[in-house]
């Protein structure tokens, strides 16, 4: 079956620090992979999209990177946090199943809630 | 540049009355279109989505939509809201080309009162 795992659930890091939020796919291969992030509880910001392994665009410059080491691995990270990069993380793929449209979507983690203090 | 609107941050209903969440797109072509539910701290939900087809578009829990190429709108519908109902609902649509990536709206807060 096609499942999306986000980890960690919850993460508490102060200023300065590094970060790294992993999402992996099962059950698909050459996926296209998304981050979003969710500010104040409310709207959500593409951050990144990956159509390929090592092939990464970005939607805003901010102080966050992302990577794509593998085929269903997409990787978020940052080398110093800033108190702006607070926010609920979401992981998200285009779902392509038998048939175009009945099998066309897009599946969300389960989220990483980000506090930097 | 494709956009979904969503008019209000809030919607109010009594448990067992219909209730509808409004959607309104823009978009250049055909539209595909999306409703997601976030419960707190939780990730997105699908409940619907509409591509092609009929333009009554049945869902997850009991919802259902409508699409209106005409109003440009794809309205959230359930003839009977439920206090477990109350959540966060979004309204999305593809942007093509090389991204493929989903455009959200704002947002709708509903909370359904006992």
């Known amino acids: 079956s096609q499942t999306i795992h986000q980890w960690p659930a919850t993460l508490v890091q102060p200023v300065g620090s590094p970060l790294s939020l992993e999402c992996t796919v099962e059950?698909?291969?050459?996926?296209?992979l998304y981050w979003y992030r969710q500010a104040a509880g409310r709207g959500l910001q593409l951050l990144f999209y990956s159509v390929g392994i090592g092939q990464i665009s970005s939607e805003v410059p901010q102080n966050l990177s992302a990577s794509r080491p593998q085929d269903r691995q997409f990787i978020l990270s940052s080398k110093k946090l800033l108190l702006s990069d607070s926010g609920f993380y979401l992981c998200?793929?285009?779902?392509?199943?038998?048939?175009?449209?009945?099998?066309?979507?897009?599946?969300f983690g389960s989220g990483t809630r980000l506090t930097v203090v | 540049a494709q956009s979904v609107a969503q008019p209000e941050d809030q919607v109010n209903v009594a448990e067992g009355n219909p209730l509808t969440v409004k959607c309104t797109y823009s978009?250049?072509?055909?539209?595909?279109l999306f409703w997601y539910v976030q419960y707190p701290n939780r990730g997105l939900q699908f409940l619907l989505k509409?591509?092609?087809?009929?333009?009554l578009v049945k869902g997850s829990y009991g919802f259902e939509a409508e699409f209106n190429k005409s109003q440009t709108s794809f309205h959230l519908k359930k003839p009977s809201a439920l206090v477990s109902d109350s959540a966060l609902y979004f309204c999305a649509v593809r942007d093509g080309g090389a991204t493929n990536k989903l455009i959200f709206g704002t947002g709708t807060l509903l909370a359904v009162q006992p």
């Open positions: 998200a793929w285009r779902t392509s199943g038998q048939g175009f449209y009945p099998g066309y979507g897009y599946t």
């Open positions: 059950g698909t291969s050459n996926p296209n």
């Open positions: 978009v250049s072509g055909n539209p595909y």
């Open positions: 509409y591509i092609t087809g009929d333009n």
